[in-house]
């Protein structure tokens, strides 16, 4: 018989390898909490510029892309800006127009009425009725214009009838015909008016006459002056 000695079995022997995995490691510095050598760069570190660089070059394009879109809005903007004002321009011109044209129409009635005030014929409910029209036409801006002596400007004058008179320098409105109007600074219909101008020879004449009178009066300043001198000179002897 063989005697078997107790606590001893063969299948029970002790696994070297594992022990050994074991003891190796618990001897490596991540597992004993040991941190890691200042030399060496670890994996994130060396990733990390990598990604600061994208989050630039992004950001760069950010940027690029709001500038580029701000420059089309204040362009808009500016457009829109421009829009309104010639909208507003040209609506204002439209009711000047449209205003200019209804007292084009009313200026007939504006003449008889002046006609009928001239004759003595503008009384009763008649008067009433045209101060009202006049009244309403001041109001939309209609002025009319045209006096007598005032001189001629062929922009807001139109002459019907051309004379001479002596008594005017320059030509001058002598009569007016039909008043003119005006809106603003459009002129609606000129005033017709008669003009007369000087006398052809009567300036010629004033300045031959004012240059003989000037000269008899240089003259008898220097005879004057030569008596005196005659007079004051030495005695001889």
Not at 74 to 95: F, H, I, P, S
Not at 180 to 195: D, N
Request: hydrophobic share 35%.
């Amino acid at each position: 018989m063989t005697e078997e000695t107790p606590g001893f079995d063969e299948n029970n022997e002790p696994d070297v390898s594992e022990g050994t995995a074991a003891k190796g490691s618990e001897d490596t510095p991540e597992a004993a909490g040991a941190e890691p050598k200042a030399g060496v760069p670890s994996p994130e570190g060396a990733s990390a510029p990598a990604g600061d660089a994208g989050l630039i070059a992004q950001l760069d394009q950010v940027r690029t892309a709001l500038g580029e879109r701000t420059a089309d809005l204040q362009r808009l903007q500016a457009e829109y800006q421009n829009y309104r004002r010639r909208v507003e321009r040209d609506r204002v011109t439209v009711k000047e127009i449209a205003v200019a044209n209804l007292l084009g129409e009313l200026l007939p009635v504006l003449d008889d009425i002046g006609r009928a005030r001239e004759h003595g014929e503008l009384v009763g409910g008649f008067k009433s009725v045209a101060e009202s029209l006049e009244a309403v036409a001041a109001k939309m801006g209609l002025q009319h214009f045209g006096k007598e002596g005032e001189p001629f400007d062929p922009t807001i004058h139109e002459a019907l009838m051309h004379s001479y008179a002596p008594d005017v320098t320059e030509t001058t409105c002598v009569a007016i015909l039909q008043p003119g109007y005006r809106f603003g600074e459009r002129t609606i219909r000129p005033a017709r008016v008669a003009v007369a101008e000087p006398q052809p020879g009567a300036q010629a004449a004033e300045k031959d006459g004012a240059e003989q009178g000037k000269g008899a009066e240089d003259a008898g300043a220097d005879g004057e002056q030569a008596k005196g001198t005659e007079s004051g000179g030495p005695d001889e002897g």
